[in-house]
């Protein structure tokens, strides 16, 4: 039994190392133009303080949220129908229309997007491509294959003897999904828009590309600290701030699906 | 079976910890490089003269800039690489850990034809030139861009890019318009602030800031020009611009030899075998840059381009050279306040 945890243990062993170098830099001085670090300080923190850096964490929560409840629209209507089609040939051809984004990367999707939202292919009414409208449709559609499949899972699990027994009741098609489908696919709902929020904070070629350097979520924020200013410890007080951040809302999020799980 | 693995896993935990060279690497000078164009240029144009010369081959350890950075700063002590090459600011870095060793200079003959600008410190020899300058598409901004204040034009209102992990050229450019320097950059702020309505984008990569120009979506850049350069050789049809009221700031890819190695002797006939007029004509040509070596010839379409600086006075007169110190030292300053003010 012991031999069995040995993986689980070296995998923690690596996070926790990783974390408590994380934790290190972030409590030494930053000496600009220096790779060399100070003393111990607090700074760091305050520093991340600002309005340029909290504005960062603030449209992360937006566009995460955002990102979720759009995804969620957007994919119970294909959902449901994966779920209830009694076509197999249209359940494979919906299969494979979800699936076939992961076979073409992250980054070759967005890079994509960057000529369908920039007016090379369509002219918008509105700028696209580089304001948080443009990433939030990259986020959506990167979000939506997962979201699908876990509805689905979630809507085939159904029985659909519920929903005829409310319709054999007088119940309308709008008042059946209401009050019947909907309720029981909660717990699909939840994991997924738990898993969708939970991958969404932690973007980073998304807002890269289709940001244009304006749109700026945690992730790139981390990177351009760490990376461009060579502001290690910065990036490392930035880094916990956000993981103390995610740690809270999925902590509030587990909460919520254990309430959905006993509720259906 | 999964007793086995235990063993495995065990034996993998027993192993000493950090970085090994590989065995092959070790009777081989092991070279730390951008990638794509720059390696293979590096390559074809150094590494196989220097087989060529001395019996010894050449590996090459590609990666970004901050990337193969923080490989070094992991190795300290025992360099996974014998020579370093990378921005002259971001030496600075280098240096300020120790990571690089001093340049003995009585093994670099070749660095006595070298401009004077080429040395950038005891540790750091220039390789080649290029200057940030203003590049743009004639296709698609009709009015000519002579100068740095065109930039300020109303008509050119959402049609410049320009980079946000680096915002030292324009900063400087900023300042110099307002009779400030790099040191004294808080002079061009208000200016700066002016020209934020006519950004349309910023970039992280030079892959961007080409997607940008190629797709028409920021036809005017602030713009290394080898990669201006590149564009054009691609059918893109740019022109770069040599302002008229201030120089293009100049960029200096250095090599250095890495503190540690056991082969610093090979390290710096390499350096110096890059140095000489002959290499330095031939990377001339190959990278559009300009070359370190005054001796060294460059294509006649070539001369008196930005970025190519051929004698003292062009180094002097054409291409201002920022303080690589204080560049370092300002740069994380900069990008908070270029972040604060313009890209937001």
């Not at chain 1, 566009?63 to 759009?70: G, P, V």
């Not at chain 1, 969708?196 to 244009?212: I, K, M, N, Q, R």
């Not at chain 2, 490089?33 to 010894?56: E, L, P, S, Y």
Request: some cysteine; aromatic content about 8%.
């Amino acid at each position: 039994m012991r031999l069995l945890l040995a993986p689980a243990v070296l995998v923690v062993a690596v996070f926790a190392a990783a974390l408590s170098a994380l934790l290190r830099y972030s409590v030494l001085e930053f000496v600009p133009g220096s790779l060399q670090t100070g003393g111990l300080t607090v700074a760091n923190f305050t520093g991340i303080m600002s309005r340029q850096y909290l504005g960062a964490v603030w449209d992360t929560l937006v566009l995460s949220a955002a990102t979720t409840a759009l995804t969620l629209v957007a994919s119970y209507p294909v959902a449901y129908a994966l779920a209830r089609t009694h076509s197999a040939r249209v359940r494979s051809a919906l299969l494979v229309l979800v699936l076939a984004p992961f076979f073409t990367g992250a980054i070759v999707r967005t890079y994509a997007w960057v000529l369908v939202l920039g007016n090379t292919v369509v002219t918008w009414p509105v700028p696209m491509l580089f304001t948080p409208r443009g990433v939030l449709v990259g986020l959506v559609h990167f979000s939506m294959p997962t979201m699908i499949l876990l509805l689905a899972a979630a809507i085939s699990h159904i029985d659909p003897v519920y929903e005829r027994a409310a319709a054999s009741l007088g119940a309308s098609p709008a008042r059946v999904f209401r009050r019947v489908t909907l309720p029981l696919s909660l717990p699909g709902i939840v994991s997924g828009s738990v898993i969708v929020f939970a991958w969404t904070l932690s973007a980073f070629a998304t807002p890269e590309l289709l940001g244009g350097g304006r749109v700026k979520m945690i992730a790139n924020v981390v990177r351009d600290l760490a990376l461009d200013s060579f502001n290690w410890p910065g990036g490392a007080a930035f880094a916990l701030m956000a993981l103390v951040i995610t740690l809270a809302l999925l902590a509030g999020a587990g909460k919520l699906t254990a309430v959905a799980d006993r509720g259906a | 079976m999964l007793a086995r693995l235990a063993v495995v896993t065990l034996l993998a935990l027993c192993l000493p910890f950090g970085p090994v060279a590989p065995a092959h690497a070790q009777n081989s000078l092991v070279v730390s490089v951008w990638g794509g164009n720059w390696k293979d240029t590096v390559d074809r144009v150094i590494g196989k003269a220097f087989t060529a010369k001395t019996g010894m081959p050449v590996e090459f350890e590609v990666g970004g800039t901050i990337d193969r950075l923080a490989k070094a700063r992991v190795a300290k002590g025992s360099p996974l690489v014998d020579i370093t090459f990378t921005t002259s600011h971001v030496g600075r870095l280098y240096v300020s850990d120790g990571l690089f060793a001093p340049l003995d200079m009585a093994k670099l003959p070749n660095a006595k034809a070298a401009a004077r600008e080429a040395l950038r410190s005891e540790y750091q020899m220039g390789a080649w030139s290029y200057v940030y300058t203003i590049v743009y598409r004639p296709d698609l901004v009709k009015e000519e861009i002579t100068r740095w204040s065109d930039l300020w034009k109303p008509s050119l209102k959402g049609k410049i890019a320009m980079p946000d992990f680096d915002p030292s050229h324009i900063i400087t450019i900023a300042a110099l318009m307002e009779g400030g320097n790099e040191a004294t950059w808080q002079k061009g702020q208000e200016r700066l602030k002016a020209l934020k309505p006519s950004i349309v984008a910023f970039f992280s990569t030079d892959a961007q800031s080409q997607d940008l120009m190629k797709t028409g979506q920021a036809p005017v850049q602030v713009m290394l020009s080898v990669n201006a350069y590149h564009l054009q050789e691609q059918g893109i049809a740019v022109k770069l611009v040599q302002p008229k009221d201030y120089p293009g700031v100049v960029g200096i890819d250095c090599m250095s030899v890495m503190a540690g190695t056991k082969k610093a002797d090979a390290a710096l006939a390499f350096i110096d075998l890059a140095l000489s007029k002959e290499i330095q004509t031939e990377l001339a040509k190959a990278l559009k840059a300009g070359p370190v070596n005054g001796g060294a010839t460059v294509p006649a379409a070539f001369q008196g381009q930005p970025g190519i600086f051929l004698t003292p006075s062009e180094w002097k007169e054409r291409g201002y050279i920022l303080n690589d110190e204080v560049r370092a030292r300002n740069l994380p300053a900069w990008r908070e306040w270029f972040t604060a003010n313009i890209v937001k």
